[in-house]
């Protein structure tokens, strides 16, 4: 059974532009949730998708936003990109939220260099 | 809020030795905990989860305990090798919520 894919694996982009980021989940899994890594603030929750629906947004400005399609690939999008926001961003894939069993397996990420 | 703890920050041990990594969380009410490994500017790697209620889970070298009541769990790595260089993080998932995760343990297996 394939990973989890995200799409591209490396990005710059330059302030105030803005970039579009790609997951897709593994076979069969339903849920897609989006962190961002960075050295100061570690693993961030920024929000998950489940059956095309956001189920949960962590603390994030509106400026970061995503969307789930109906194959469970999801999308996340940044505007008017800030220095701030380099980081490793990271696609993780569920089956069903809620159980105990609820696992989450990540895909590679996409490290955003924000020039 | 859940929040979540590891220590220590950062350890270094000779190859073969067994080692404990702890992680530490507020709110007790929670769904499971997941163990991660994460190499240098790569993804997470799941090693082992522990449903809310079981004790431990185990896995080749690797087993994880979980005391929800103390709001820990351990993870153990008997004989340490090289290869288990890398930085470890647990993760503590509670109903309705998302995952929240610790800073990390940055593990170094000097050969």
């Not at chain 1, 995200?6 to 962190?35: A, D, E, F, M, N």
């Not at chain 2, 929040?3 to 969380?25: D, K, W």
């Amino acid at each position: 059974k394939a990973g989890v894919t995200q799409t591209p694996r490396y990005l710059i982009k330059t302030r105030g532009q803005q970039v579009t980021l790609s997951c897709s989940p593994i076979s069969g899994h339903r849920s897609v949730s989006w962190y961002q890594q960075t050295p100061g603030q570690g693993l961030q929750f920024l929000f998950e998708y489940f059956s095309e629906t956001q189920r949960n947004k962590g603390n994030f400005p509106g400026r970061f936003s995503g969307r789930q399609f109906s194959n469970s690939r999801s999308e996340m999008n940044v505007s008017t990109l800030e220095l701030g926001d380099s980081a490793l961003y990271l696609c993780a894939s569920s089956s069903f939220p809620g159980l105990v069993t609820y696992e989450q397996y990540f895909g590679p990420g996409t490290r955003l260099t924000v020039t | 809020k859940q929040e979540v703890t590891q220590i220590p920050a950062a350890l270094s041990v000779p190859e073969g030795e067994n080692l404990v990594l702890n992680c530490s969380f507020t709110d007790s009410a929670i769904y499971n905990l997941q163990w991660f490994r994460q190499d240098p500017g790569k993804g997470l790697t799941s090693l082992l989860l522990i449903q809310s209620s079981q004790r431990e889970q185990t896995s080749g070298r690797l087993n994880a305990s979980l005391d929800k009541s103390s709001g820990r769990s351990t993870l153990y790595i008997a004989a340490s090798q090289p290869g288990d260089s890398a930085t470890y993080l647990c993760a503590v998932h509670n109903y309705g919520q998302n995952f929240v995760f610790g800073p990390g343990t940055r593990l170094s297996v000097l050969p």
